[in-house]
T-cell receptor
Framework: KAGVTQTPRYLIKTRGQQVTLSCSPISGHRSVSWYQQTPGQGLQFLFEYFSETQRNKGNFPGRFSGRQFSNSRSEMNVSTLELGDSALYLC???????????FGSGTRLTVV | AQKVTQAQTEISVVEKEDVTLDCVYETRDTTYYLFWYKQPPSGELVFLIRRNSFDEQNEISGRYSWNFQKSTSSFNFTITASQVVDSAVYFCALSEAPGGGSNYKLTFGKGTLLTVNP
């Protein structure tokens, strides 16, 4: 079956702009989580959605937001981009609690 | 709060050597999951194993083996007869339920860069 699909793979944006990233989970998976990976901070949890509801949120400013649609596809949005937002953004889908997280290939965002 | 420590930042071995990657975790929960993921240069996190906190049995899968010890809060990963294709960053992760609910999330260690030289 198809894996987790993230689009786009690469993105270059200018400071102050906003960006939307997309994640299509594995068919049948209702949980979608987002992670940010940077060289300095490593992998950090952003938020998790389940059946269109945000169930959990990491320690990120309000500029980072997300949503999930009825087909379980998820988007995350970052507004007023800062240079420090440059990172690899990874999406993971899961069918059950506590495990079986399958990750996508990520979106590499560069803010200039 | 949960925490995962991978003390080894980088490891370099020669092909066919055995290598062990260390992972130590902290959690207040009695129910949790431990994971290992592999991240090749392409960036995708590849799932290797999940271990339930109630199951301390060690596991072997081909050249991979995992040693889970609750007494020392460790979940170490060994690659036997390493190959060049094993070169990647390896992450240990912990999943628990904040507040006892079903809101599981992964807390990752900083990762260990493994380089296997021919």
């Amino acid at each position: 079956k198809a894996g987790v699909t993230q689009t786009p793979r690469y993105l270059i944006k200018t400071r102050g702009q906003q960006v939307t990233l997309s994640c299509s989970p594995i068919s049948g998976h209702r949980s979608v989580s987002w992670y940010q990976q940077t060289p300095g901070q490593g992998l950090q949890f952003l938020f998790e959605y389940f059946s269109e509801t945000q169930r959990n949120k990491g320690n990120f400013p309000g500029r980072f937001s997300g949503r999930q649609f009825s087909n379980s596809r998820s988007e995350m949005n970052v507004s007023t981009l800062e240079l420090g937002d440059s990172a690899l953004y990874l999406c993971a889908s899961s069918a059950d609690r506590g495990g079986g997280y399958t990750f996508g290939s990520g979106t590499r965002l560069t803010v200039v | 709060a949960q925490k995962v420590t991978q003390a080894q930042t980088e490891i370099s071995v020669v092909e066919k050597e055995d290598v062990t990657l260390d992972c130590v975790y902290e959690t207040r929960d009695t129910t949790y999951y431990l994971f290992w993921y592999k991240q090749p240069p392409s960036g995708e996190l590849v799932f290797l194993i999940r271990r339930n906190s109630f199951d301390e049995q060690n596991e072997i899968s081909g050249r991979y083996s995992w040693n889970f010890q609750k007494s020392t809060s460790s979940f170490n990963f060994t690659i036997t007869a390493s190959q060049v294709v094993d070169s990647a960053v390896y992450f240990c992760a912990l999943s628990e339920a904040p507040g006892g609910g079903s809101n599981y999330k992964l807390t990752f260690g900083k990762g260990t860069l493994l380089t296997v030289n021919p």
